[in-house]
């Protein structure tokens, strides 16, 4: 059995069966093994392996996505540089359609094996050693702010620029709407946020932003040797994932799951509205921010094992001193303006278009996205669901990856969406329409394209 990551799981890529001294996790234990060969054997098999990991990944998403550019003419994401992308990007298998498809049972997709590949789980890019993984934008920002190394020897980030959020995305404050975007246009980091923030936010809460901007070691990047960068790191910070409070698409594997093959990944969900959420983490349902922060500060950062992280020596915050003054910082992040929505989470009818308003009809009827979505609460219910995909399909290895079926999974906030691609935890689909076309079919809601265009058009308007 723990020979299955290093052999069993290979699909193809003979490089890639070199595991057994670098692997996180045999495939039948819960505690991560120490190396046992150097530092310097590791990090060259890595390497060497690195070009068939990374084509083998890159060959999945194109089987599996049209990753093209096609931005949706005239709208932006909220800061005001990045086109959003439009369209259905998950593929469809030979010789069907999206009617077609929405017209069969579960059962009956999931014997002709029809479920689109991009509606199944998304694989890390390399599932066997998993881990945090950073986008190139966010790698170079802070190289040359922090001069610190979030660049990976064994794998580089999978998706194109132009499908992930804004870079650097805006700040919006709860205390300070006149305001508007705070940043000034930069990435928040331990160099520039005093100066950014002095005046700003409370002392308290600028305590919080330098904890939230300190790196901290991490199971990839630390001082041992069992690293995945190049030299002794000082580890990560909250704000690598969250840049400005938001996300950069970075991922890893979700913490809360063994074995390794079958661990999810997770893409970086943004923080903005922390203030009317009431329940944290895909999986793990916390029910404070303060205590997320906290259970992230000493497991989640180390893959949720509390015993590597001692060895790489953890952060283990006070819950009052410390703890809290994060939280009051991530509090008062907001969300982006909604020129067209009134108070209560609905579309003025003065300013919404036809297409918006119908949208909005569809949302809370027929498309049955209000019933967990719910627009006065910051379209969310603060509950965990479970769709029950696995009524689609078969569950077969895919670039080491065994996927279990999703489970329950926490309702994530509508406000401000189009600027957050990926969608889903593990950013299994690329655009808005992507996600339209899955819950029509996941819940048999029977629209028609028209139908699902004014709902896309309506999401853009949150």
Same mark, same amino acid.
């Given at each position: 059995?723990?020979?299955?990551?290093?052999?069993?799981?290979?699909?193809?890529?003979?490089?890639?069966?070199?595991?057994?001294?670098?692997?996180?996790?045999?495939?039948?234990?819960?505690?991560?093994?120490?190396?046992?060969?150097?530092?310097?054997?590791?990090?060259?098999?890595?390497?060497?392996?690195?070009?068939?990991?990374?084509?083998?990944?890159?060959?999945?998403?194109?089987?599996?996505?049209?990753?093209?550019?096609?931005?949706?003419?005239?709208?932006?994401?909220?800061?005001?540089?990045?086109?959003?992308?439009?369209?259905?990007?998950?593929?469809?298998?030979?010789?069907?359609?999206?009617?077609?498809?929405?017209?069969?049972?579960?059962?009956?997709?999931?014997?002709?094996?029809?479920?689109?590949?991009?509606?199944?789980?998304?694989?890390?890019?390399?599932?066997?050693?998993?881990?945090?993984?950073?986008?190139?934008?966010?790698?170079?920002?802070?190289?040359?702010?922090?001069?610190?190394? +979030?660049?990976?020897?064994?794998?580089?980030?999978?998706?194109?620029?132009? +499908?992930?959020?804004?870079?650097?995305?805006?700040?919006?404050?709860? /205390?300070?709407?006149?305001?508007?975007?705070?940043?000034?246009?930069?990435?928040?980091?331990?160099?520039?946020?005093?100066?950014?923030?002095?005046?700003?936010?409370?002392?308290?809460?600028?305590?919080?932003?330098?904890?939230?901007?300190?790196?901290?070691?991490?199971?990839?990047?630390?001082?041992?040797?069992?690293?995945?960068?190049?030299?002794?790191?000082?580890?990560?910070?909250?704000?690598?994932?969250?840049?400005?409070?938001?996300?950069?698409?970075?991922?890893?594997?979700?913490?809360?799951?063994?074995?390794?093959?079958?661990?999810?990944?997770?893409?970086?969900?943004?923080?903005?509205?922390?203030?009317?959420?009431?329940?944290?983490?895909?999986?793990?349902?916390?029910?404070?921010?303060?205590?997320?922060?906290?259970?992230?500060?000493?497991?989640?950062?180390?893959?949720?094992?509390?015993?590597?992280? /001692?060895?790489?020596?953890?952060?283990?915050?006070?819950?009052?001193?410390?703890?809290?003054?994060?939280?009051?910082?991530?509090?008062?992040?907001?969300?982006?303006?909604?020129?067209?929505?009134?108070?209560?989470?609905?579309?003025?009818?003065?300013?919404?278009?036809?297409?918006?308003?119908?949208?909005?009809?569809?949302?809370?009827?027929?498309?049955?996205?209000?019933?967990?979505?719910?627009?006065?609460?910051?379209?969310?219910?603060?509950?965990?669901?479970?769709?029950?995909?696995?009524?689609?399909?078969?569950?077969?290895?895919?670039?080491?990856?065994?996927?279990?079926?999703?489970?329950?999974?926490?309702?994530? /906030?509508?406000?401000?969406?189009?600027?957050?691609?990926?969608?889903?935890?593990?950013?299994?689909?690329?655009? +808005?329409?992507? /996600?339209?076309?899955?819950?029509?079919?996941?819940?048999?809601?029977?629209?028609?394209?028209?139908?699902?265009?004014?709902?896309?058009?309506?999401?853009?308007?949150?």
């Amino acid at each position: 059995m723990r020979k299955l990551l290093g052999i069993a799981l290979t699909t193809g890529v003979a490089a890639i069966a070199v595991h057994s001294f670098a692997d996180p996790l045999p495939a039948d234990a819960t505690y991560r093994p120490l190396p046992t060969l150097p530092f310097s054997a590791v990090k060259a098999a890595d390497e060497a392996q690195k070009p068939a990991v990374m084509q083998r990944q890159q060959q999945l998403l194109n089987q599996r996505y049209d990753l093209s550019m096609r931005p949706i003419p005239g709208v932006m994401m909220s800061g005001g540089r990045k086109p959003v992308q439009g369209g259905v990007r998950v593929k469809l298998p030979p010789g069907v359609t999206w009617e077609t498809l929405a017209q069969m049972s579960p059962a009956e997709i999931k014997a002709k094996g029809l479920l689109p590949e991009g509606f199944k789980p998304l694989p890390h890019v390399k599932q066997a050693a998993g881990g945090q993984v950073f986008p190139n934008r966010q790698i170079d920002e802070i190289a040359r702010q922090e001069q610190r190394d +979030l660049r990976r020897f064994d794998v580089d980030f999978d998706l194109p620029d132009h +499908l992930t959020p804004e870079f650097p995305p805006p700040i919006f404050l709860t /205390t300070h709407p006149h305001l508007g975007d705070v940043s000034r246009g930069q990435v928040l980091t331990l160099t520039n946020f005093y100066e950014i923030l002095n005046g700003i936010v409370t002392p308290v809460q600028m305590e919080g932003m330098r904890l939230l901007l300190t790196p901290f070691p991490q199971e990839e990047f630390n001082q041992t040797e069992d690293r995945k960068v190049a030299l002794p790191s000082r580890g990560v910070a909250c704000m690598d994932c969250h840049a400005n409070f938001h996300t950069n698409a970075a991922f890893h594997l979700t913490p809360d799951l063994r074995p390794q093959a079958s661990r999810f990944r997770l893409d970086s969900t943004s923080l903005r509205g922390m203030f009317n959420q009431q329940i944290h983490g895909s999986k793990r349902s916390l029910r404070s921010i303060e205590d997320f922060t906290e259970f992230e500060q000493r497991t989640a950062y180390f893959n949720g094992d509390h015993v590597s992280a /001692t060895r790489k020596g953890p952060h283990l915050p006070d819950r009052t001193n410390q703890v809290a003054m994060m939280a009051q910082m991530q509090n008062i992040i907001d969300f982006p303006p909604a020129a067209k929505l009134d108070p209560f989470g609905r579309l003025d009818p003065t300013r919404a278009t036809p297409q918006e308003l119908a949208g909005e009809r569809l949302f809370h009827g027929k498309a049955r996205c209000a019933e967990c979505h719910i627009a006065k609460q910051s379209f969310l219910d603060h509950q965990m669901h479970d769709l029950k995909l696995e009524r689609f399909y078969r569950s077969v290895s895919v670039n080491d990856f065994m996927p279990l079926p999703d489970g329950p999974i926490k309702t994530f /906030t509508l406000r401000g969406i189009k600027d957050s691609p990926p969608y889903l935890h593990d950013g299994r689909l690329m655009t +808005l329409a992507d /996600t339209v076309e899955f819950f029509n079919l996941v819940l048999g809601l029977k629209l028609t394209q028209s139908e699902k265009e004014a709902l896309t058009t309506y999401m853009l308007a949150l």
